[in-house]
C-alpha cells in the first residue's frame, strides 16, 4: 500500500473518486459510529466518536464509496470488508502534514470497539450515516442517534435540525451497566446474566439514554446524569442542579443555572435561570407546536412556570404559572391573555397577594432588582 506523501497528492485522489460519483453533492453531516443491534435486529443505541458539521471532502467521498452513497439522507451499515477498507484509506494519509479530518480518528475507534465483541444486549455493528440536508427528518434509529450527538456535542442548536418522528425511530431500552436491552426480551436475558454471575443495575426504562453516557460538552455541570437527556444542549457554563431535567432538541445558550425542568424544545438564552421546581411548557406538552423560549437575563422563580416565551430581563415571580391563556392585567388596567405578551422584553409577572390577580408591571433601570446573582455562574 502506497501512502500519501503530500496534500497535492490527496487533492488529486479527492477529485478522482468523486469523478466516480454521479451528480454528488457533498452532505450536511456525515457520522461513522457503533451501534448495538439486537438479536431480533432492532438498533438500540449508535455512540458517535466524532460527531461535527462540515466535514472535509476525503472522508466523506471515502466513506460515500465504500458503501455506494446514493445522495440521499441514508445510513448503512459497514460488514468487515468494507470497515477494513475504511481502515486502509485511514492509513493513507497517515504522516501527510498537516492533514487531519475529525472522522479518520473515528474509523479507528469504531473499528477498535467492534472488534471487542458483542455486548450482552446485542450485536456490535459499524454504522455510517448521511445527512443531505438538515431539513430532512431523520429515516431511521442510526440517523436520529447521529443527531441527538450533534445536538449535545453543539454541533447544532436546537431547532437547527429536522426531528420529526424521531420517537418512532427509537427503540424502548432498559438502559443498564452493561449497556442497552430490549425490553421485550429484558427479563429473560437477565436471568441468563445472573446465571452467569453478572449483577445488571437498571437505570431507566425510556427511549433516550443519558446524555453523559455518549457525550460529555466542557465546562457544564450536571449534579444528576439521569436528568439530562441526549440530543440535549448545554451551552458552556451551564449548571444543572440536582433537581434540574433537561430534555432533548432543548437547553441553553450561555450561562444558566437550572434547577428546574427544561421540556422538548425550549431554549434559554445566556444568564437566565430557572429557579427549583419550576417548569417550562414544551413543544410535547398537549400536542403543542409553539416553540418556548427564554431570553437573556431571565429569573423564572421557584415552582414557577411558563407556557410561553420571554425576552430578556424577565421575572416570573415563585409559584406563578404564566400559561398563554393566563389573564393578566397590565399597568393601565387593561386585561389581556398573557400570550399577547409573549416574547416581550423587561416584564415582571407577579400575582397581587391581596386580590388574587396576575400582574405584569415593566421593569426599568429604576427598578429594585439587581440582576442575577452571578456567584451562580461561576461554572
Avoid at 391563556?325 to 407577579?350: C, I, Y
Wanted: with cysteine; charged share 20%; proline share 4%.
Amino acid at each position: 500500500m502506497n501512502r500519501y506523501t503530500t496534500r497535492e497528492e490527496i487533492d488529486k485522489a479527492i477529485g478522482e473518486i468523486q469523478s466516480e460519483i454521479p451528480n454528488y453533492l457533498p452532505p450536511a453531516a456525515l457520522g461513522i459510529g457503533v451501534a448495538t443491534k439486537s438479536k431480533s435486529g432492532k438498533i438500540l443505541d449508535v455512540y458517535y466518536p466524532s460527531p461535527i458539521i462540515g466535514q472535509s471532502d476525503y472522508t466523506v467521498l471515502m466513506l460515500a464509496n465504500i458503501v455506494r452513497w446514493d445522495g440521499t439522507t441514508s445510513t448503512s451499515e459497514l460488514n468487515r470488508t468494507q470497515v477494513d477498507q475504511a481502515l486502509s484509506a485511514r492509513d493513507m494519509v497517515l504522516g501527510v502534514q498537516g492533514f487531519d479530518e475529525p472522522n479518520l480518528k473515528a474509523i479507528e475507534a469504531t473499528a477498535a470497539i467492534s472488534s471487542l465483541g458483542d455486548p450482552p444486549g446485542g450485536q456490535r455493528v459499524v454504522v455510517v450515516a448521511f445527512i443531505r440536508d438538515l431539513a430532512d427528518p431523520p429515516v431511521d434509529a442510526v440517523d436520529a442517534y447521529f443527531r441527538l450527538h450533534l445536538l449535545s456535542a453543539r454541533e447544532l442548536t436546537p431547532h437547527s435540525a429536522d426531528l420529526t418522528g424521531v420517537f418512532t425511530k427509537l427503540t424502548n431500552c432498559v438502559w443498564t451497566n452493561l449497556g442497552p436491552f430490549e425490553a421485550e426480551e429484558f427479563a429473560l436475558r437477565r436471568l441468563d446474566l445472573q446465571m452467569k454471575g453478572l449483577t445488571v443495575q437498571v437505570h431507566g426504562v425510556d427511549k433516550f439514554p443519558r446524555m453523559t453516557d455518549y457525550v460529555i460538552p466542557s465546562g457544564v455541570r450536571i449534579a444528576d446524569a439521569d436528568r439530562v437527556r441526549l440530543g440535549a444542549h448545554l451551552a458552556e457554563g451551564t449548571t444543572v442542579m440536582h433537581e434540574g431535567f433537561c430534555n432533548f432538541n432543548a437547553g441553553t445558550l450561555g450561562t444558566s443555572m437550572v434547577e428546574g425542568r427544561i421540556s422538548a424544545g425550549v431554549v434559554i438564552g445566556d444568564g437566565s435561570d430557572l429557579g427549583g421546581g419550576a417548569s417550562i411548557m414544551g413543544t410535547l406538552s398537549g400536542g403543542g407546536t409553539e416553540v418556548v423560549s427564554v431570553g437573556q437575563g431571565c429569573l423564572i422563580g421557584a415552582e414557577a412556570g411558563i407556557g410561553i416565551s420571554l425576552g430578556n430581563n424577565c421575572i416570573i415571580e415563585a409559584g406563578l404559572y404564566v400559561t398563554a391563556g393566563t389573564l393578566v392585567t397590565t399597568p393601565d388596567g387593561s386585561v389581556v391573555k398573557a400570550l399577547m405578551l409573549s416574547g416581550q422584553n423587561d416584564l415582571l409577572f407577579r400575582r397581587n397577594s391581596q386580590t388574587g390577580k396576575v400582574e405584569v408591571i415593566f421593569r426599568g433601570e429604576n427598578s429594585s432588582w439587581q440582576g442575577l446573582n452571578e456567584e451562580l455562574h461561576q461554572n
